[in-house]
């Protein structure tokens, strides 16, 4: 394993912040001498790290070390792993690896490692629809009573809610997610409509973006993405796609239900309109945040990173100077004037593997560090990711990079998450299965037909 | 090995034609060992697994369920619609490929100058990893980044979101990438075809035509059954290029695609399985079909007789 380190080392030697050691390539075989690095430099070994992939067992000689499998992101949570490491001071090391890019993947290798019973996995960053079913197969270690207090007080309920199954907290919110209404005020100007109302609906949205010849960017691929849309719009309505998940494969389905057509109605008005994009039924988060800065772009329905993202890309002359100024923000659209939207909600959770070496102290401690308030604000800070607690919303330092931080905080507090089932991916493959493309959703067949096609998923009587 | 071959007719085999064929079983004996290991156990593995239903991330509730996996699968009817789209691409990728194989294999024969050069350039596509090629491909005909559109004057046509369009895109790029292979095994064939033969039938007043037609294709009917052979079985198991392209959204899932996300995607080992080994039974009928109903008689490629 030594070897394999030093050859993740080798292969980047460019990497920012690693000075050479003048023992070269002896040093990591030796503890004392991986002790003495600085924090800049277990950065940089953090990164080659995660380079190389590695499932490593305990290279630094006396020094135990924690795997913490993470979500691509753009250095975050290998900067927070250098930190804890540092705050640390020699008792554990976290090394980060590298997960893949989208969250039905990242799944599908957790799945198979924790399934093998991998020693080498001792955190996981988990899409929080992951949880039930890890859970529920005994794949992650719960958290006490006691160590849960200092990982939920002062977090998002919503964030609780979604790790937590059968009333034990699986894993740690780490930070929340939303979407929100994002648009172009010089078109909204132009269409005469103010998104930020109180009762701004989806009709009134599509309307506005017809008229206006724009387009509303949304996620229609056939992924999760999408399942995000169709949930959000149902729950806005009052629904849900289906409840007493504890039940398994005999769970209620509820798709097939007024909201559920509702629902349909929405997603069908705005894939057969001049307001969908072109490519919606391929759109996931990045093409649909494209068309918002495109000649025709409109409105945008998507994450919080969009704020950060738009900016990057104004400084870096990727698209238009002017966008970020012309960009406005608002609540998720309502179903029916009278009834508050529910936003979608996502994020990331820590969970603890069932089976690393360390699973019942420093792997809980490591947790309690990584997902601390101050490296949740520095998350927030470093990849425009929104943090879990809400009392962050109202830092001055975020208030200042992030104008619109009130409303992801009121909004991730009104999210409802997706359904908390061992099955989601069947679940949520049934559904896509069914109402992809967009343009061929239809009110009176699409909710009845995936409820049937649901069940029968659920019961493994039909293929996916 | 070849004692086996060359022994005499049954009934009358010598001493020493007995002692070489044992020598033959027993040299032969490491790699059937290896191969029983290797293709033999996971594949009587899946079998055993496909007659249960069984979910990784619910191992207790493993039950004995016989066949029912298979009817499952058999009478469903995305199963059937994931066997026609495998089958259009099979039909229609290897029916390109080898014509313009051929096309590429005579060139290839008859290039007079520059002959590393042309081979290089024609066998290239071949040597690029499929993922990567696929998403060469995928990016091409993207509407945002891609250059097809704007060469072509299509503005924002959404190739990905038909189910056509995006078959046509993952054909082409299968005929792309596998069609040197092709053109490699038929210029091995078309090297096969004894020169004289097709000097004589010029002298005999024969047009190009057809030399092609009565002289060179016959005699290398071999070459063109085995580079069908190898092609039908590798288009019938195609995955990486609709799984980095449509991801199988747009009813353009495969077979092999459909196996992925029952056993990877949704953990369901028993169902998976059993598509699975529907799977390796349809690669064993076209195989078999081949083989016996063509004579495809693999050694003849290498030339041994």
């Not at chain 1, 020094?63 to 913490?68: C, F």
């Not at chain 1, 648009?183 to 206006?212: E, H, Q």
């Not at chain 2, 953990?267 to 495809?296: C, D, H, M």
Request: hydrophobic share 45%; charged share 20%.
């Amino acid at each position: 394993m030594v070897e394999r380190i030093e050859q993740a080392g080798r292969a980047e030697p460019d990497v920012p912040g690693r000075a050479r050691s003048p023992r070269g390539r002896a040093t990591g075989r030796h503890g004392p001498g991986g002790r003495r690095r600085t924090g800049l430099l277990r950065a940089g070994v953090a990164l080659t790290l995660v380079a190389g992939g590695l499932t490593a067992c305990g290279g630094g000689g006396g020094t135990p070390t924690l795997n913490w499998y993470i979500n691509p992101d753009n250095g975050g949570q290998a900067t927070i792993a250098a930190s804890c490491t540092k705050a640390a001071g020699g008792k554990y090391r976290i090394k980060t690896a590298l997960l893949p890019s989208d969250a039905t993947q990242q799944r599908e290798q957790l799945i198979r490692r924790l399934a093998a019973q991998d020693s080498g996995v001792d955190l996981m960053s988990l899409d929080p629809v992951f949880v039930p079913e890890a859970a529920n197969a005994g794949f992650l270690r719960p958290f006490t009573a006691s160590e849960a207090a200092p990982l939920t007080q002062g977090v998002f309920d919503s964030a609780v809610r979604s790790s937590t199954w059968e009333g034990k907290l699986y894993a740690a919110p780490f930070w929340a997610n939303t979407q929100l209404l994002w648009y172009r005020k010089s078109v909204a100007n132009k269409a005469g409509i103010d998104p930020t109302a109180a009762d701004f609906t989806w009709d009134k949205l599509i309307d506005a973006a017809v008229r206006t010849n724009t387009t509303i960017g949304v996620q229609g691929n056939r992924y999760e993405g999408y399942v995000v849309w169709i949930n959000a719009l149902i729950a806005s309505a009052g629904g849900r796609i289906i409840s007493d998940a504890e039940q398994g494969d005999e769970a209620k389905i509820e798709i097939d239900s007024p909201a559920g057509r509702q629902a349909a109605a929405i997603i069908q008005k705005l894939a057969r309109s001049r307001a969908a994009s072109p490519t919606l039924s391929t759109d996931i988060e990045e093409p649909s945040r494209a068309t918002i800065n495109g000649p025709r772009g409109g409105f945008l329905l998507n994450w919080g990173y969009v704020w950060r993202a738009e900016q990057g890309d104004a400084e870096a002359g990727a698209i238009n100077k002017n966008i970020p100024a012309d960009l406005g923000w608002a609540r998720y659209p309502r179903v029916s004037p009278g009834q508050e939207s529910r936003p979608p909600f996502g994020g990331i959770e820590i969970g603890v593997s069932a089976y690393g070496k360390y699973r019942d102290d420093l792997a809980i401690e490591a947790v309690r560090c990584i997902t601390s308030p101050a490296n949740m604000k520095r998350y927030m800070l470093d990849e425009g990711n929104v943090a879990a607690r809400p009392a962050i919303f109202t830092d001055p330092d975020i208030l200042k990079e992030f104008p619109m931080a009130p409303l992801m905080r009121d909004s991730i507090a009104a999210a409802t998450p997706r359904p908390a089932t061992p099955y989601y991916a069947d679940v949520s493959g049934a559904i896509q299965s069914r109402w992809h493309p967009p343009a061929s959703v239809n009110p009176s067949t699409t909710p009845r037909e995936s409820a049937e096609f649901i069940r029968a998923v659920l019961r493994g009587q039909a293929l996916l | 090995m070849t004692s086996v071959d060359t022994a005499p007719v049954r009934g009358e085999i010598s001493d020493r034609g007995r002692a070489e064929r044992r020598l033959g079983l027993l040299l032969s004996t490491p790699a059937v060992v290896v191969m029983l290991l290797v293709t033999a156990y996971p594949l009587g593995n899946a079998l055993y697994q496909s007659l249960f239903s069984y979910r990784l991330t619910a191992p207790d509730d493993r039950r004995f369920v016989g066949l029912d996996n298979y009817a499952t699968a058999l009478t469903d009817g995305l199963f059937w619609q994931t066997v026609l789209t495998t089958l259009v691409i099979t039909v229609v990728t290897v029916g390109v490929e080898l014509v313009i194989g051929f096309a590429l294999a005579m060139v290839m024969h008859r290039a007079v100058f520059g002959r590393r050069t042309v081979r290089t350039a024609i066998l290239l596509p071949y040597g690029i990893v499929t993922v990567i090629s696929a998403f060469a491909w995928k990016y091409a005909f993207d509407v945002q980044s891609g250059f097809v559109n704007s060469w072509f004057g299509l503005g924002d046509y959404a190739w990905f979101s038909d189910r056509w369009a995006a078959l046509f895109v993952i054909v082409l790029s299968e005929i792309w990438k596998t069609t040197p292979f092709v053109s490699l095994l038929l210029l091995a064939g078309l090297a096969q075809v004894p020169r004289d033969l097709g000097e004589a039938a010029t002298v005999d007043g024969a047009t190009a035509w057809q030399r092609l037609k009565r002289v060179t294709i016959p005699n290398m009917k071999a070459a063109i059954l085995v580079a069908l052979l190898f092609r039908t079985l590798d288009a019938w198991r195609i995955f990486d290029n609709v799984f980095i392209m449509t991801a199988g959204q747009e009813k353009t899932q495969v077979l092999s695609f459909l196996t992925y996300q029952q056993i990877i995607t949704r953990t369901e080992l028993g169902l998976g399985n059993a598509v699975g080994v529907l799977l390796f039974l349809s690669v064993v009928l076209i195989a078999a079909v081949f083989i016996k109903g063509f004579r495809v008689d693999l050694s003849q490629v290498r030339g041994d007789r």
